[in-house]
């Protein structure tokens, strides 16, 4: 929020200072825009009953796209290994249900959860105390010697072929998987509603406040006795948990995992699309994880061997025209709107 | 030979070779994200570019593979120009996160580019006779193209350390390196030592593109397939260090080469394995600056 | 008795919509059209269009609509949502496709559930097949060359002793195993088994090759995807000078993609592979394949294997809505119908077995040469006739299931 705070600060420095506290206290507050991605989402069910298959991976890719959010946008932690806890995620609901037996969905995700963010926190505590570069490099070694670790014991991992048709109970007993993907996407919706809620409240308790401090002061933070690398391995941790978790969904709504989850692509493409659709701003996943998916699905459409150009040439127009993201852009017309209204 | 010692001369033959394609590769991306601070996602699209080049040259208009391996580099670092003009000047300033969409971008974008051009059959190049096969030193005999890869190798380095070391150039751009403020404030112009650096590290990579299609051989892809490992040489020799880059490619290399080696099964581990390493105890690498 | 037959089955055919009526079939095409497999895909879609351009009269009044898709990377997920929505939204009434086996293991509960016929195109994983009644093959599985191989290294090369050098991804190590078996069976001995890494990137073989050389077995066999990868391991056999220290290089024909053979060098003249399909095998369907596909692509592009598989697949598919007459509605006729279907293709002799679905070729033993034109060309050694899915004969792991 850091860049929007300082955005809003006009001319005169007591109304200025009124006008920041009335931002701190309300912004909070659930804003009524707010609902807008929700109910395009549940307007998206019932106008695309046909492409629900897409929608689910769509939701997937925005929960994975909100947790890197929470370290990269919020704390300031670049990463190039996100992918890890995603394929661990997905591997934890994937073995469980080939190896042990365990197909009840709901509590698979959660499983999902508490293995990933276990993974997170002792890679977080090891890997948080360097910045830049090195931890570029050393999330994404991470998560390739992960994929490497799994290769080889391709007698577990099922290797690069994967764990193959793998079946989970249907949800509360009742609702059935079925071929259009109805319920993946009505499952995938709440899932995706109770961790934004989560994630919500994180970015706004004093913690949240706490890690904004680290991403744009780290040395006042430290001057001020704020534990940076505890807070830093907290984050971490509950990041980890929520890409576990949509590793998770991932494996569940396609029914099918592969080492491929680990790869550096997935990392890089999250990450992408986060970028694109604007970090620290929550709706950032939601915009960018939606548009780049809905645009790669259709250019791939009309051109199957040369779509990447049109997503190519969509990224350098947004870093050209649109510095913080799509968010930023649509931040910025709100503005101009607003500044219209009032002379 | 006794066995111990001919596999010890293989390994550290072709660990050598290998470390200097990773080197000819990745300097150019070192100095760039040293010196100017900007994360080039976009270099491996150079190296790509170079060595469809390489190919055209080859192929089509029968040019010999070294002359054209050197046309392509000056064709490539030309190109490279206008890029960092147009595009990447504008991301000088802007954060990290900025500059790796717009090169990721641009990257997308080549590939698509080469795909219409070139198709997406792997490519190969003609190479003359002294290339092919092997030389004789007395008591083993060597590839020819990975002695060769050496050679020219050790030349470059030669030649980039005598540039960075002993020209006003190269003393200009270790003190834009160093301090930047300082440089410009000595009359340094800052702008114009970006844009040889970047041409001249975009010339390398496409020499590094032409030299890989003979290990590796050359599809649109390329451009992103291997340039984690180009990121894994500069981040564990040091960003803006060319003793540093060179010191990398040649422990990469070698490990590398002596796990696939040594070790196959676990082959693929190593290079990581050295990375961490070597990044736990030398975060900044190994002659970066903290 | 047969007028009321006759008027019977008229009044039928009327009924249900007439004879005459002209059917659109819709077929969803799933390959690797961008990514670092893209050839793959390219190979096979130029075999696709190519039948479907030649042959567009046979199956009149009736139409086929070609509706593809990008594969993307081998994760799976992608072929799934691609080809599930084919099923939903695009309503195509066949699947083909596929080059990569773990598309083909995702969508198999799919295809089961909606009822769809899926024509792989090429994923090799041998027990693919057995995932879903819907599924047939029309490619291969690993084992087709890989098994024979096996009794062909050790009775006829002469190789005693191999080492085997795998990609290190499930076709490897099925491919590997096949071969193992086949040959230890025969009386060899595998001295040595070498991982070559990640499917994805070329690797720097050398290393791997070297340490094989200094080994010295009789026979080195190497399986890798037939895209760059064949090309990086002749440039390193021949640069080690393998050959001539007395190592063979035998395989799959994955190592000498049609394609790619011409940029091999001389590497490769001396090279025995096992494989159903060389440009330069010599019968009438295969000449005249050739023809249309340099009259169509120009003389500089070569089908492969992954071509010639491609061609006869959708060359049952056309044959199947002829035999149906364009009535492709209900998956499980359409797999009736192509059960036992055979051909004369580019390949030969090919059918499909109406236990397992999976295709019966002819594996040819093939030597690389120098053709009298100084290109290089491929020599047909020795004929195994109608060979089945050996994993799936020899019920081994997965395949017994």
Redesign the interface.
Known sequence: MAVSDTMTAPAKPAASREQAANFLIKRHRFHAAEALPWLFAIAVYFIFP?????GS?VLVMIMFALSLDLI?GYAGI?TLGHAAFFGIGAYTVGLGAAKLGWTEPISGLFAAAIVAGLVGFITGW?LLR?RG??L???T???A??LQ?AG??R?DISG????L??LTFDPLFGKFDYD???HTYYIYALVALAVVFYVVRRIVYSPFGAALTGIRENVRRMHAIGSPVHRRLVTVYTIAAAIAGVAGAL?TQT?????L??F???NS?KV??ML??GG?GRLYGAFLGAAVYMILEDHL??MS??????G??????L???FA?RGLMGLIEDAGRYIAKRRQP | MPHVANIAVSILFDGLAYAMFLFITSVGLSVT?GLMNFVNLAHGAFAMAGGYIVVTLTRTLGIDFVPSLIIASVLVGLISIPFERG?YR??YK?T???Q???T??????????F??FYG?IPKSVPLPNWLQGDINLGFRAFPSYRAFLIVLGVILIAVLWYVFERTNIGAKIRAAVDNRRMAESVGINVDRLFTLTFAVGSGLAALGGGLAIQLFGLTPYFAVLYL?LF??V???GG?GSLKGTLLAALVLGVFDTAGKYLFA??G??FI??V??VV??IK???FYGRE | MQIFRWVGAAALALAVGGVAQAETVKVGVV?P??GAN?DLG?QIDKAFDLYVKLHANDIAPHKIELV???EG?????QA??VA??L???DKVQILTGFVF??SA??L???VT??KMPMIIANAG?AWITN?SPYITRLSFSMWHPAYPMGAYAFDTIGCKTAAVAYT???PG?DSTEAFTKGFEKAGGKVTLSIPLG??VQVPDFTPFFQRIKDAHPDCMYVFIPSGAHATGVMKAYGELGMRKAGVKLIGPMDLIPDNKLQDMGDAAIGTIVMGHYAVDLDNPENKAFLAAWHKEYGADSYPDFMSAAGWDTMHAIFDTIKKLNGNVSDGSKVIDALKGWSTNGPRGQVSIDPATRDVVQDEHAIEVIRRPDGKLGEKVLGTTKAVKDECKELKIGRCGT
């Open positions: 046909d492409r629900m298959t897409f991976q990269l670049v090891f360097y570069l090195t570029l490099m050393l994404l070694a991470t390739i010697m490497e290769n080889l391709s290797g690069y072929d994967g193959p048709g071929l259009y993907g991932f396609n029914a099918y995992v592969t491929t989850v790869d550096f692509d890089a990450m992408v970028i694109l970090t791939s459409k199957p061997t040369f779509w990447q150009f997503i190519g040439l969509l990224l350098v947004a870093v050209l510095r | 994200m595009l504008r991301l802007a990290d996160l900025e790796v969409l717009l990721i971008g641009l990257a997308f974008m080549a590939i698509a580019t795909t219409y997406p984690v990121l894994i500069v981040a564990v960003l099964d676990a693929g581990f990581y394995a990375t961490v990044l736990l975060p900044a690498g | 390959l059209f961008s893209a390219h593809k898709r990008d990377p081998p994760t799976g997920a799934k949502t599930t929505e099923i939903t939204n086996s773990p293991i995702a198999a509960p799919v559930q909606a994983t995932l290190d991804f499930p190590k990640s499917p």
